[in-house]
């Protein structure tokens, strides 16, 4: 999760050189066209919408996609995003 982290900070710095190089190398998408594409937004501290989460279980259980919902506990443990949390934003020596 640390690596993800630092991962998503370097990506949320945008198209930068850099980040086009490494998307490039890993998509076999052309630079040019990572330029013009649009870059979903990705949270720097790894956290999420529970709550859209729990409003699309609740949808797709009206429609009979799911046979019961989730609690959030069931399906969300924050304890890696926060030891993550806690590794980076610890000085280093």
């Known amino acids: 999760m640390v690596a993800y982290l630092q991962a998503v900070r370097q990506y949320n710095q945008g198209k930068t050189e850099k980040n086009l190089k490494i ?37 797709a259980k009206k429609r009979g996609y799911l046979d019961h919902l989730l609690t959030e506990k069931e399906f969300w443990d924050p304890s890696f995003i926060d030891y ?8 280093t020596r």
């Open 23 to 59: 998307l490039a190398k890993h998509t076999g998408i052309d630079q040019g066209l990572l330029k013009k594409m649009c870059w979903p937004a990705v949270r720097n501290d790894g956290q999420f919408n529970v709550e859209s989460v729990l409003n699309f279980q609740q949808w």
């Open 84 to 91: 993550a949390i806690k590794v980076l934003s610890t000085p």
